[in-house]
């Protein structure tokens, strides 16, 4: 944690020093900070807030975190990781706080019938699974925690304009919206995954 915010600290004072523009990147204040990759939430929640902390400390103005865990393992989400969320905003009020969740597909939080179909409410909206519900709810119900979803589009998953949108529809209806859609980097494997990205750009349109 050190090390990232003396560096933190080091750039944002050069660029104060220097009229607002870093001297040799011409790039301004650092303001934003992603925690991702490993997943940040696999971490107890003591190292959590402490990256938070020392974050706020260092005068980030904005902290983002990607996870997977919203599919994966919605109850991590409980009553104290909301606790140590909420004695963080109390502490550091001015710093803002985006959750980026990892949706791929609804299945991934809506349930289905026997016959496949989604489970409807009685107002014809689809139903969550409880556990990821009461997650989300519990997070949306903290006004001052922006939470948007990113998505990949990827071969033999997702690559589906239904399913792509009845998960954005799904979404926006609890309250979350669309950070981005991206298509698969160029790594091992990537061509099993892979779509081109006309295919990808002609799927979000017609989910739209």
């Known amino acids: 944690i050190?090390?990232?915010t003396d560096y933190v600290r080091a750039h944002n004072e050069i660029v104060a020093a220097n009229g607002g523009i870093h001297p040799e990147t011409n790039r301004e204040k650092l303001r934003e900070v992603l925690l991702?990759?490993?997943d940040p939430m696999v971490l107890p929640n003591k190292k959590i807030g402490g990256w938070l902390a020392a974050l706020a400390e260092a005068s980030v103005e904005s902290i983002r975190l990607g996870t997977k865990?919203?599919?994966f393992h919605p109850k991590r989400f409980d009553a104290a990781f909301l606790s140590m969320m909420d004695n963080f905003h109390a502490t550091y009020p001015d710093v803002g706080?985006?959750?980026m969740i990892h949706?791929?597909?609804p299945d991934e939080f809506l349930l289905k019938g026997p016959d496949?179909?989604?489970l409807r409410n009685p107002n014809g909206s689809l139903k969550w699974h409880r556990d990821t519900r009461r997650a989300m709810q519990a997070l949306t119900y903290r006004s001052w925690i922006n939470i948007e979803n990113q998505t990949p589009i990827i071969k033999g998953i997702n690559d589906d304009s239904e399913a792509l949108r009845v998960m954005q529809r799904a979404l926006y209806r609890v309250g979350v919206g669309n950070h981005y859609?991206?298509?698969g980097r160029d790594i091992v494997a990537h061509k099993a995954f892979?779509?081109?990205i006309e295919t990808a750009w002609n799927l979000l349109n017609e989910s739209q």
């Open 181 to 183: 859609f991206f298509c």
């Open 2 to 4: 050190r090390e990232v």
């Open 103 to 105: 949706f791929n597909h």
């Open 97 to 99: 706080f985006r959750l």
């Open 69 to 71: 865990e919203m599919s």
């Open 194 to 196: 892979n779509v081109p």
């Open 36 to 38: 991702s990759g490993g």
């Open 116 to 118: 496949g179909a989604y």
